[in-house]
């Protein structure tokens, strides 16, 4: 069994990744860490754990953490780049979660996170975990950065269009909608259920920070910079994403569906829709599945892709598992197979 | 005491008309019909209604509602057609909430709604009830169209740019998102709490009945057709309505939020928020109020605005009771004074 | 106009008490208070005063106070006693929404506020104000200790058959079930969105606040002390509670439904279903309302009572408003009279 | 593999138990019916087997059917009973998880479900199949009768109370809260959204189908008829199920969750919390567990149970499959090992 270690066990993203480690065949929960809570069950913070007293936070020591083979961030922006350099140094390979690897400039992380970044010298060798676009780069990574949820669902639903120029680069909007796990487990008055439920807003309109990081990955399938509009907004729900993605084309862009089939074809979590097709996100919950939804309206000119993930699998646990499977020479979906949770 | 009647009392919307009517001051509620439920009391459909044991549903009679002076019709599509000849002969003033008189043209409006129209003598007269744009011509009919929940948020938010020349007319996108009660009371897999709580998803992609009325409205707005992009979305909520749009502009728009706020100055139900507000559904609910929040990103070259109702109300029963009082000469919000309900 | 302020606005409690004093006929709103947002806008806590631009937090000022005829106190429990001598003596009257003056026995108060008691000497004129139980005393009041929720449709509930001796004492449990706006607007895990929906359970289960109160009142209306099992539970919800009431009856309680609606045949706010009906919290959404179910099995010697309120108004703000009427010798209820908010 | 057939698959609970078996290592998903549905993909019913388009429904043909070894029935009272006697001639192993076998009596059975019974020669080989309770004779059944979702967590909470004769038996209160995936997937008003959500309520007040087999198990139990009171109430949300339960003992209990503990000691699905928990429904969602708290007031001489499980898992397919586990020899816990799903 391969050993791991979750570094940040209290947030959704961590315990989600425990649920999926504990359920792996070849992977064994070595340690999962909470500074605050060393020591306590982990169900003293997660019910879901009420039977599995024998689970407990650990603190995040070097020393329990260089036991591992591998590593996964689920914290704040600023530990990883910490901890990290230590971890590998030591022949631990990374995932990281957090955005400390995502950016390759470091002015723009610096801007967008408000932090100096202290382990620049990792960012080269960094690989951004998005195996649909970097299988082979992962395969042989030390260091993954996982992307954000939005970046995923929004990246997987342009790639195959602009990787075939066929969209207008000053065109491109990205109407995104998530649940409201994507904000994590915080004290903060806009995640109470009072405020959530029942209501629709956009927000982060004016800069959010998976914009540079989606701007920067698009620009590398494009070959050139883009001019996209990116609007997020907070579903009245928990998990589940939508980006419904809309552009001019340069083109007639032709059969959509098997474009975005052949794009995909030996990539086992992306599904793609018929041409009458919706996606939807119930149909993906707790999976780590990308549904794509595609149509273009030739008398406009203009393509709309509606591209659904789970944003705590597919966005976050699930595919720093499907990254940690290709590090460590495992199937693809090993620990991964499951049919969605729904109804 | 102003005698109205409700034709079609058994769906979201006619219980909320009647809601506000029993609320008015200058309205007397006359009549509620339901053609099945005839004689039940109004509270065996629903149950605020529990303790006025003595408002019952009658039959949609001829003789009944010729004795009001205002009948709205809260009716599926091809009802008030049916009706609303014979009633403005009798003197009754007409306010029809189903798309009946929206669309102008008669084979548009059958090839949507698939079936003949058997007023079309009427569709000249009839005026199309968004006070905003038609407040003078409404307060001289007597049949009013009320816009769909749709129509209403999505023309409010573009309209003062149309007008202006501000947008290049082929790169308009209306990303809208809708909670269940747009749907009906009704019995359909697609409302069950099953189905869309905890979901999100885009339906009507195809084509949904609310564009040719949106497209035909904006074009008179633009003094141009369009190429509009509307697709709807599915809420996991039940009442709210947000319409994103996005546009290219053909030059720099200045100072957007004092463009919106002179437009709509002397329109009470209209708030336009400040250059860093984002509206949200839950400030309207209950309200007839349309909040709209404006973005410009030069850079882009594009304006992102959000318009935000509540669909039964700003977008149905709401807008229906302004019409009516624009209509009878009274005050344009009198019975629509109330601060939305939240929490 | 009467002039009231409200202390305490930043709450789910003091918004809803300010939604109703605006559309009071004869209140006007002197002041909403707010130590830490004085000066602010009411709107930047409240989005549905977006709107409402003019209205502004103060500090809770003695002058500003002072100068209202009748003030509220939304406020955490210490914050009345503490305010409330200084305005009786002004000649202001003062209604409590919290705790300070609900129990009799200080003994009681400090074991389950952990506080001491400030004002005891106001404790014998406080009238608890339940208009249902104490009318004529409230009218004569100068300050009232408004009900808890639970306590609310608890009693309510009881009475009745408690005042007739129907109930062997022994026998009583409240099974309650409460949604999250009774825990307040406040940061705590518990009532983050992703902790609240699609979750049940109970809590308080070693001893809620609110058993001291129920029992003190029940044991008024019984003559005799009672053996009480009250277990709260939390719904997955904004607005609404139920208590559901079982006891053994001392012999065949007759029509119960009679009972019921002779006690209550002159409180507006009391309906009593008929034999067969249930009540539904959405029947009293944003009303002041109090519905009530009853069954008897006489098979098993039980009574079940179903009681429903909306707890953020006939648990909270409206019954205050009540309260209020009575005191200031307005109509019971004046400014209360809106059908319920549904759908 | 053991080759198993789902009669009934368009339902919550066939759709459930086709996500079970698909997991499980040792079963196989030979068929899943749907008359209506025949040849056409499960998808098309069941967005989360979007990606799984080789899986069709097939007609519930005997042929088909007697080609498995083990057929659950998923299917509305009565289906099963006509069916089954076939099955079992054909050798193959039946599991229903409808009402048709549960019941002793036949005119039990026939009062409470209108019909009569085809298969009375099966009632007395068919097994209860709470395998807490039966697990010998569930190991040597051929038929297994499923017990209902609100009888297997009211039987778990009482059982041990009663078996060791410590309840007043006319005492016991069963107040029971359900999600609405218990009702079904039905096409009827009170399961829409705009019915459920934001909505509490008490309903089959006089009279609900799981009473006379609750009272059945536990007279058995306690070997002695009860006087027991249960009233289901439906939960503004999907899955998950709580009994809280309260009854007057006979005698001092002693240590409740040691007497609890020993009784369930080799049942892995049952979790008894410590003396001061409190279960919650989010941590058995999705997961085969029965959480249990428990309390005991001196005082009044009373104990509360409270029993959670997720309706559709323990109270329906996880059941089913514990059930066909030990049916086919085995480990009882095969291909339900998982931990719930949340957040």
Redesign the interface.
């Known amino acids: 069994m391969i050993k791991v270690g979750i570094v940040g066990g209290t947030g959704?993203t961590g315990?989600?990744l425990a649920?999926l480690v504990?359920?792996h065949p070849a992977l064994e929960l070595a340690c999962i860490t909470s500074r605050q809570d060393a020591g306590q069950p982990v169900a003293s913070q997660?019910?879901?754990?009420?039977?599995?007293s024998e689970l407990r936070f650990s603190a995040p020591d070097p020393a329990t953490l260089t036991a591992c083979d591998l590593v996964f961030f689920a914290t704040p922006h600023g530990t990883a780049m910490a901890m990290a350099p230590g971890l590998l140094e030591a022949g631990v390979k990374v995932v990281d979660l957090s955005a400390d690897f995502r950016l390759r400039s470091i002015p723009e992380f610096e801007r967008w996170y408000g932090m100096p970044h202290t382990a620049a010298e990792l960012l080269e060798e960094a690989v951004y975990g998005l195996p649909e676009l970097n299988r082979e780069r992962i395969r042989r990574a030390r260091l993954v950065a996982c992307p954000g949820c939005y970046p995923t669902a929004t990246i997987l639903g342009f790639a195959p269009l602009l990787e075939h120029g066929l969209l207008d680069p000053?065109?491109l909007?990205a109407?995104a909608?998530s649940?409201?796990?994507g904000a994590g487990?915080k004290?903060?008055?806009g995640?109470?259920?009072?405020?959530?439920?029942?209501?629709?807003?956009?927000?982060g309109?004016?800069g959010h920070r998976h914009l540079p990081e989606i701007a920067q990955v698009l620009a590398e399938c494009a070959g050139a910079p883009l001019?996209?509009?990116f609007?997020p907004?907070l579903?009245?729900?928990?998990?589940?994403l939508?980006a419904?993605l809309?552009a001019?084309v340069t083109r007639d862009p032709g059969d959509l569906v098997r474009l975005f089939r052949e794009r995909y074809a030996d990539h086992p979590f992306i599904?793609v829709?018929d041409a009458?097709?919706?996606?939807?996100?119930?149909?993906v919950?707790?999976?780590n599945?990308c549904?794509i939804?595609l149509?273009y309206?030739p008398?406009?000119?203009?393509v709309?892709v509606?591209s659904?993930i789970d944003n705590?699998v597919k966005g976050a646990a699930g595919q720093a598992l499907q990254n940690a499977n290709l590090m460590c020479g495992l199937a693809e979906d090993a620990g991964l197979?499951?049919?969605?949770?729904?109804?």
Chains 1, 2, 3, 4 share one sequence.
Request: charged letters at 25%.
């Open positions: 959704y315990s989600e649920r504990l359920a997660w019910p879901q754990f009420a039977a599995r000053r065109t909007v109407d909608k649940g409201v796990s487990r004290l903060a008055m995640v109470l259920y009072g405020e959530v439920a029942e209501n629709f807003k956009a927000y309109v004016d001019g996209l509009c609007v907004h579903l009245p729900m928990f998990r589940g939508q419904t809309y001019t599904f829709h009458d097709g919706v996606p939807e996100t119930r149909a919950r707790g999976s599945a549904h939804g149509r309206f008398e406009q000119g203009r709309v509606f659904v705590l197979p499951g049919d969605p949770f729904f109804p």
